[in-house]
């Protein structure tokens, strides 16, 4: 109670940003406010990290493939919260993806339009995918446990269309 009251006074006086009920942010003062935190520093505090990432044309920034700005961080979670200022959120019911990366569910989220998504075309998509399996940065295994979980007939689709333009090596 005490934590409560002080924290909503320092957010009275400036010293703290008040983001949503019980959520604060101690930004740095300049001389035009306090800064505010990013969004993506709000949605990590309130949605998690876990079974959370980029959707949409922000799954295809965070992929390179495409030049699209969204006016909003777009993610995808399995247990979506109260609307979050700056951010749009996907439902997901996949619990496979609790045990995914963010950039690999960025990847499953790609793959559910990749025609409208990926603008830099299939093949660009294909080498980057590639190139993000051999630094370490995705793991094609876990992916390819967590996408017969995926309600989506086309992300399932185009995810075997990956694998085989990854060749065989791939699919072991």
């Known amino acids: 109670m005490a934590a409560r009251k002080a924290a909503s006074r320092a957010a009275k006086t400036g010293v703290l940003v008040p983001v ?4 604060y942010y101690r930004g740095v003062p300049t001389r035009y406010g306090m800064t505010k935190p ?7 505090e309130v949605l998690g990290d876990r079974g959370v ?12 493939v495409t030049t699209q700005v969204p006016p909003v961080l777009h993610l995808a979670a399995l247990f979506p ?5 700056g951010i749009k959120q ?8 609790l045990e995914l990366n ?17 603008e830099a075309g299939w093949d660009v998509l294909v080498d980057r995918v590639r190139q993000a399996a051999r ?4 793991r ?9 979980g995926e309600s989506s007939v086309a992300a399932r689709e185009h995810f075997a269309r990956l694998l085989d333009g990854l060749g065989p090596d791939s699919h072991g």
């Open 140 to 148: 094609l295994d876990v992916l390819k446990a967590a996408v017969p």
């Open 53 to 64: 990432g980029p959707t949409g044309y922000s799954a295809a920034r965070v992929w390179g």
């Open 81 to 85: 919260s109260d609307p979050i200022p």
């Open 20 to 23: 949503r009920r019980g959520l």
């Open 135 to 138: 630094e370490g940065s995705i």
């Open 90 to 97: 996907s439902s997901r019911r996949n619990p496979a993806r």
């Open 102 to 118: 963010s950039l690999e569910i960025a990847l499953l989220e790609l793959l559910r339009e990749p025609e409208l998504l990926v």
């Open 38 to 44: 990013r969004a993506e520093e709000v949605a990590r």
